[in-house]
C-alpha cells in the first residue's frame, strides 16, 4: 500500500478506558506509523486518557515505542493540569500545551482525525 502524499493523521485519544488505549488506540496509531499508512502520525491526549496514561507503566511503554518510531505525541495542558499529571507526561517526553488552536488547524488542513 502506497502513502498518499502529504498523508497526515491525529488521534484524538480521549478515552480512559485502559482496554480502549490498548486493543484501538495504541494499536492503530502505532500501526499507522509503522506501516507507513500515513507519513505523518499524531497522537493528541486529552482528558481522561491524560490521566491514564500517567498512571499506567504499560500504557507508558507502548506510547515511548511510538515516540521512537517516530509519532509525534501532544498533550492538552487544561486536561492534563485538571488531573495534576502535565510534570510526569512531560517527564515521559511528552509536549504538554494548549490543543485547542492546533486540533483546528488539522482540522482546517485536512488531516484525517480519529477520536477514540
Excluded: N
Excluded at 4 to 12: P, T
Excluded at 83 to 101: C, F, N, P, Q, T
Amino acid at each position: 500500500m502506497e502513502i498518499a502524499q502529504h498523508s497526515r493523521l491525529a488521534v484524538l485519544w480521549t478515552s480512559g478506558d485502559p482496554e480502549v488505549a490498548h486493543r484501538m488506540c495504541l494499536m492503530y496509531t502505532h500501526a499507522a506509523k509503522q506501516q507507513k499508512w500515513f507519513e505523518e502520525v499524531t497522537l493528541i491526549v486529552w482528558g481522561p486518557s491524560a490521566r491514564l496514561l500517567a498512571a499506567d507503566k504499560a500504557i507508558q511503554a507502548k506510547v515511548k515505542a511510538m515516540m521512537k518510531d517516530g509519532v509525534q505525541v501532544l498533550a492538552c495542558v487544561a486536561c492534563a493540569d485538571s488531573y495534576g499529571v502535565s510534570e510526569h507526561l512531560r517527564e515521559l517526553g511528552i509536549e504538554v500545551k494548549g490543543m485547542g488552536a492546533p486540533l483546528t488547524e488539522y482540522l482546517k488542513q485536512g488531516w484525517k482525525v480519529l477520536s477514540l
